[in-house]
């Protein structure tokens, strides 16, 4: 049985495809049933056909002249850099908090987290995170 949160229609190679996301049943863990947050995923991914998660931005967008504005990932990120090192250079490292969440709701979790993690705290050396729904980075 598939249930609605686990079919959806998505836009794949140009063209939209049928995507069901069913549970493992030889999975041990969970004796092959579907999780509150993994039986959604289907639903959690972006369809012009079924509506579903239209809010979500796809670019970035950046406040300028009093409103949102759509802008390249390069001009938004050389943006984040140069404040980034504003932050740190006018003040010190201990200025620059950042906020991220590492949970694994729809697909995501460790294995998206991995690369801010070390961005973060190997290559930018930051001492304070916030993480959206604990105090502390660990694991839930």
Same mark, same amino acid.
């Given at each position: =049985?598939?249930?609605?949160? +686990?079919?959806?229609?998505?836009?794949?190679?140009? @063209?939209?495809?049928?995507? !069901? *996301? *069913?549970?493992?049943?030889?999975?041990?863990?969970?004796?092959? %049933?579907?999780?509150?947050?993994? !039986?959604r995923m289907?639903?959690?991914?972006?369809?012009? *056909?079924?509506?579903?998660?239209?809010?979500? %931005?796809?670019?970035?967008m950046m =406040?300028?002249?009093? /409103? =949102?504005?759509?802008?390249? =990932?390069?001009?938004? &990120?050389? &943006?984040?850099?140069? #404040?980034?090192?504003? /932050?740190?250079?006018?003040?010190?490292?201990?200025? %620059? #908090? #950042?906020? +991220?969440?590492?949970?694994?709701?729809?697909?995501?979790?460790?294995?998206?987290?991995? !690369?801010?993690?070390? &961005?973060?705290?190997?290559? +930018?050396?930051v001492k304070?995170? @916030?993480?959206?729904? @604990?105090? !502390?980075?660990?694991?839930?």
């Open positions: =049985w598939i249930a609605p949160s +686990m079919y959806n229609v998505v836009r794949q190679d140009g @063209r939209d495809v049928h995507l !069901a *996301v *069913v549970p493992d049943h030889e999975c041990e863990v969970n004796s092959g %049933l579907g999780s509150v947050r993994g !039986a289907a639903e959690n991914r972006p369809s012009y *056909v079924t509506g579903t998660q239209q809010q979500r %931005l796809s670019d970035p =406040w300028r002249n009093g /409103v =949102w504005q759509p802008t390249s =990932w390069d001009d938004a &990120l050389d &943006l984040v850099a140069r #404040v980034t090192a504003k /932050v740190v250079t006018q003040g010190s490292e201990d200025d %620059l #908090v #950042v906020s +991220m969440f590492d949970h694994g709701g729809s697909a995501g979790g460790y294995e998206n987290t991995w !690369a801010t993690g070390k &961005l973060y705290f190997d290559s +930018m050396k304070n995170c @916030r993480i959206h729904n @604990r105090p !502390a980075y660990n694991s839930e």
